[in-house]
Structure formats: C-alpha cells, structure tokens
C-alpha cells in the first residue's frame, strides 16, 4: 500500500539500535504495577507486552531527548476497547502540533504531522479520552520516525 510505501522511507527514532538516547514518563501504571504493565514495553518489541495506564483521563506518553531529533510522524498499537478517542501531539511542553483520532481496533496505525519538526527535545502524546468506560489505554507500540 502507499502507506507502507511512505512509511519505509521514514526512519524510527526510539528502537534501541537507533542509539538515541532518551526518557519515557507516563501519566500511570495500572495498579502501580510496572513489572507486567510498565512503559519500558512500549519499545521492547514484543507483541505480547504493553503499557496498561490506570483509570481516569487524560493519560500520557512524555518522551525527552538528549540530543534534539526530527520527527515527521508516529504509530501506535492499542487494544482494541481500551484505545486513545480524542489525542494531542505537543512538543517542547506546550506547542500543540496535532489533534488526532485513532480507530478503535488493535492494528498498528499511523499519524503524520503537517510538518516535519526539525529539533525536537521533548514530545508528549496525550489521550484526552478513551474508549474504555474508565479511560484505561492499552498501548503495545509507540514508535516516532523521522
């Protein structure tokens, strides 16, 4: 598909041999329990392991650089039922950058900005709701491309 095609030439930022240094924060943990739940899982790969935020909305992503990165666009992987409705994009702590609107399913998806960001320190992905009753979100991947 197009999509796939476009996607191929942007390259990911976070996985591990990329060597960009940087740090994850998240608004919770369901049940404060980082071991089976934690954000490290986030970018561990897998598919089989998530980050699981607790109730209540917004929820968050916060991810800080050391050394600035261009970002152009991100995918996201949720479970179906407990997926971000209503999100922002934010980067530098305050500049909202996009509004978006994932479908509720568990394939991956992907978002592009209207622009490329060209140095970027700090970005925050925020779920102002979920279409989960508590506004849980399940998110087993978050990858940002250049």
Do not use: H
């Not at 929820?59 to 050391?66: A, D, H, K």
């Amino acid at each position: 598909s197009l999509l796939q095609e476009i996607m191929s030439t942007l390259y990911p930022i976070l996985a591990q041999e990329c060597g960009n240094v940087y740090t994850c924060r998240v608004s919770s943990t369901l049940n404060r329990d980082t071991k089976q739940f934690g954000k490290k899982y986030l970018f561990d790969g897998r598919n089989e392991t998530c980050w699981n935020s607790d109730q209540g909305s917004p929820q968050w992503v916060s991810l800080e650089f050391e050394q600035p990165v261009s970002v152009s666009a991100f995918a996201l992987q949720f479970q179906g039922g407990f997926g971000g409705k209503e999100c922002e994009v934010e980067v530098e702590g305050a500049t909202k950058v996009l509004d978006f609107y994932p479908e509720d399913s568990n394939k991956e998806q992907s978002f592009y900005l209207k622009e490329r960001l060209n140095s970027v320190k700090k970005i925050r992905i925020a779920f102002n709701s979920s279409t989960d009753f508590y506004g849980r979100i399940t998110l087993y991947k978050l990858e940002l491309f250049s």
